[in-house]
């Protein structure tokens, strides 16, 4: 579960909210960047959003604008070829699919639902939080405090973050529910505990970090060759070396625990958990020790660590959630039958179907 999942409004009363449930919608999240959602039901101040990656929220109104990504808008796109978000422009768009082209270049046909934009900020006045007779505040449910953690706010960690590496951050707070670690990045996540590891850097280890030069979140492989404290000295694949750079600029791949044998070969198809923390299945493309390259059989490809690998086991009563009729939204249902690449979906709002292998996924326990 992410950071914004617990993300609430206290609710109030003030102006009229002009909003419906079912708006197709762009929505603020606390990266103050506004990303595609649908309205799920109003409050005079706030709106349930649903955003298009699963996660919902309350936000104020004034927070919440018409979806209005056409040709030439300016967008932020989750790039296929790699895992942030990439600047570029609209040049196409036919329904909910828009062909982006890169600052850099690069053509990319892909969904509104892969892309973030930048818009004004509507200002609360203080005199309207006032009218409420309380401040509206957003606010992280992290649960009840966590006694006796390994951790304490403010450490400095290496947090897990989405595409699987480890980059530096700081502990903000913390909770049975999980961990909020502000990154050095500027991003925000609530991780859990195996998310999160001391933030140590050896010399002779092989990390990734960005050159001084580059203003971009572009991740070149060296190897350290000094440490002091969190300033590092580097030597690049290129054989140009950096001097006091600071561990803010690099990232880590590492495996959070051990894995003592890796019993899957190149070929096999699997289990694997993503990084919504649902497991997909999947394909194992090559395999060079920890780092595993798996091809999602809905199409993503992903480099993943060993513990994130399950072996292959779809069986009747399996409770899943399914694309119905091959659609881009999953809904929750149970397998009835399998019959080699066959699966009979029975889902819990009464529909039934038989739909492919490839269109399933296994959602996360829900955190209490």
Known sequence: ?????????????????????????????????????????????????????????????????TQDINIGSRVFCKNKNALYFAPGTVQQRKGETILVTYDQGEDEWTSISMVRVQRPIAYVSPDALAAMGAPVKQSLDLGEAVKDSNWRIGDRVLG??????????????????????????????VVQEIGLMTLIVEEGESIFIRPKDEPQRMYPQATVTRVHGEIL??????????????????????CPIGVPAFLFDEGDRVLCIDCDQCVYPAEIVSIEDDK??????DGLERMV????????????????????????????GTISKVEGERLFVKYE?????????????????KQE
């Open 1 to 65: 579960m992410g950071l914004f999942d617990w993300l609430k409004f206290k609710k109030a009363t003030v102006v009229a909210n002009p909003w419906k449930a079912g708006d197709r919608v762009i929505a603020k999240k606390l990266d103050s960047y506004f990303y595609p959602s649908v309205v799920r039901e109003i409050t005079d101040v706030g709106c349930m959003v649903v955003f298009d990656d699963g996660e919902a929220t309350w936000v104020h109104y004034a927070h919440v604008l």
């Open 305 to 332: 660590t060993p513990e994130l690998i399950k072996r292959f086991d779809v069986k009747p009563g399996t409770k899943i959630e399914c694309r119905w009729s091959g659609g881009p939204h999953y809904f929750p």
């Open 292 to 297: 595993i390259v798996v091809q999602f059989l």
């Open 233 to 254: 000295d580097v030597e690049y694949e290129d054989g140009t070396h950096e001097t006091n750079t600071r561990v803010t600029r690099a990232r880590f791949w590492r």
């Open 160 to 189: 897990r973050w989405l595409d699987f590496f480890w980059y530096p951050g700081t502990i903000l707070n913390m909770g049975t529910r999980g961990i909020h670690v502000f990154f050095d990045n500027g991003e925000q996540l």
């Open 349 to 365: 709002d009464g529909d039934e179907e038989w739909t492919s292998i490839r269109l399933f996924r296994v959602p996360p326990k």
